[in-house]
């Protein structure tokens, strides 16, 4: 099974921010398998990301996502009020479908 | 609008049964494959089962494996999760999440999602 390991835990940032949020797949994944969701306290996860870099239809361009490796990026270039929340990662691998354990983004 | 509208959940006691319904709306169901994610209280997101648009294919994670069923009527734009002998560590809210399409290439992510329904597992 493929774990997803995602850092830092919690991240402290003031609005207006860039924010970098990784995620560290445990064996090599394709692309196309990787997800990012955004959830805020007492609503259900929205999609970010699919294919690690196409943004979900609707998401604001200040998201983005990269790879390098077994190592995925989550980018926010400047920070708004409403992007603080957890962000998950999620990925697809033989038959399976496992989520990192999340990073939480918190205003400093 | 497109929609997912999960019900179902309740308190239970250990070794109890339930079963969880998802109803669909604004797209066209039968076209899609579907999940059911998990989040236990204070705790991150974590995947149960899949079922396929038909109904033929169904893949579970290992924690439940055995004890969950997926299943799923086309007719009534609906699927469905029956879970059973449940234990204190399937207390969670249980979401039902659309699989998405990105025609022509192959990818897996969940774009529409429920509110969620909370299961409380308890004597």
């Known amino acids: 099974e493929i774990v997803l390991t995602q850092s830092p835990g919690t991240l402290s940032l003031s609005p207006g921010e860039r924010a970098t949020l990784s995620c560290r797949a445990s064996?090599?994944?394709?692309?196309?398998?990787l997800a990012w969701y955004q959830q805020k306290p007492g609503q259900a996860p929205r999609l970010l990301i699919y294919?690690?870099?196409h943004r979900a239809t609707g998401i604001p361009d200040r998201f983005s996502g990269s790879w390098s490796g077994t190592d995925f990026t989550l980018t926010i270039t400047r920070l708004e009020p409403e992007d603080f929340a957890v962000y998950y990662c999620?990925?697809?691998?033989?038959?399976?479908?496992?989520f990192g354990q999340g990073t939480t983004v918190e205003i400093k | 609008e497109v929609q997912l509208v999960e019900s179902g959940g309740g308190l239970v006691q250990p070794g109890g049964s339930l079963r969880l319904s998802c109803v669909a709306s604004?797209?066209?169901?039968?076209?899609?494959?579907m999940h059911w994610v998990r989040q236990a209280p204070g705790k991150g997101l974590e995947w149960v089962s899949y079922?396929?648009?038909?109904?033929?294919?169904?893949h579970y994670a290992d924690s439940v494996k055995g004890r969950f069923t997926g299943s799923r009527d086309n007719a009534k734009n609906s699927l469905y999760l029956q879970i059973n002998s449940l234990r204190a560590e399937d207390t969670a809210v249980y979401y039902c999440?659309?699989?998405?399409?990105?025609?022509?290439?192959?990818?897996?992510?969940?774009?529409?999602w429920g509110k969620g329904t909370t299961v409380a597992v308890s004597s």
């Open positions: 999440a659309r699989e998405g399409i990105a025609a022509p290439a192959y990818f897996y992510y969940m774009d529409v």
């Open positions: 604004g797209f066209t169901f039968t076209s899609y494959e």
């Open positions: 079922i396929s648009s038909t109904g033929n294919t169904r």
């Open positions: 064996q090599s994944i394709s692309t196309n398998y």
């Open positions: 294919g690690a870099s």
């Open positions: 999620q990925q697809y691998g033989s038959s399976l479908w496992t």
